[in-house]
């Protein structure tokens, strides 16, 4: 199973584009990347899957590399209510079904 | 659809005792599978089903059984529940082994004491 890597917590105020990367170094050939979105008191949310390249959405866009080591989340024009934590994952069939959640990323969006 | 259920929302038990966390989908999904999350920490895999008779163990399984008979239903059991379990439990559905999105339930907050 890929373990990833992503900060602890970011800051930033309503209004800006918000950039969360996460570390895959060890994913494998059949492995999708996979982000999630968990308000307080919740569980998490899918926000947006891909393999490579780019990956747009109604919420966010998803910005793979060609070697895939690593991806970004994009949240265009953050609010106050994407306040959350953000997760990313990496789900393949390798394995097994076990879907490993990190810590996640720390969004606070302030005013 | 009612998506993911849990029950109950909220359980408090003493050390030893043991009790059954509900969780039902009605999607006709496949795989199951039961989370724990303690306090600011991510999501830990406990254990998951990819299908009706069909389980196996997660990253925390120890102090946890589960039992798929239908499709619908993955009951999670704590056999004698330990201060170290409290946490709050989430069961999520998907209907492919690989598939992406998982679909969570509201959760359940169990205290021991």
């Known amino acids: 199973l890929a373990k990833t890597t992503q900060p602890i917590s970011m800051d930033s105020y309503e209004g800006q584009e918000v950039n969360i990367t996460c570390s895959h170094n060890?994913?494998?050939?059949?492995?999708?990347i996979t982000w999630y979105q968990q308000f307080p008191s919740q569980g998490p949310r899918f926000i947006i899957q891909?393999?490579?390249t780019k990956v747009t959405n109604e919420v966010a866009s998803l910005f793979i590399p060609a070697d895939r080591k690593s991806s970004t989340l994009s949240l265009p024009r953050v609010s106050l209510s994407d306040t959350a934590v953000y997760y990313c994952l990496v789900i393949g069939n390798t394995g097994g079904f076990k879907t490993i959640f990190g810590a996640g990323t720390r969004l606070f969006v302030k005013a | 659809n009612a998506g993911v259920t849990q029950t109950p929302k909220f359980q408090v038990l003493k050390t030893g005792q043991s009790m059954t966390l509900q969780c039902a989908q009605d999607m006709n999904h496949e795989y199951m599978s039961w989370y724990r999350q303690d306090p600011g920490m991510g999501l830990r895999l406990i254990h998951y089903?990819?299908?009706?008779?069909?389980?196996d163990q997660g990253e925390v399984p120890n102090g946890y059984n589960v039992s798929r008979s239908t499709t619908e239903d993955f009951p999670l059991r704590l056999l004698s529940a330990a201060p170290s379990q409290t946490s709050v439990y989430f069961c999520?559905?998907?209907?492919?082994?690989?598939?992406?999105?998982?679909?969570f339930g509201p959760g359940t907050r169990l205290t021991v004491t």
């Open positions: 891909g393999y490579k």
């Open positions: 060890n994913i494998a050939t059949n492995d999708y």
């Open positions: 089903s990819v299908g009706a008779g069909i389980t």
């Open positions: 999520a559905s998907s209907y492919s082994m690989s598939a992406y999105e998982q679909y």
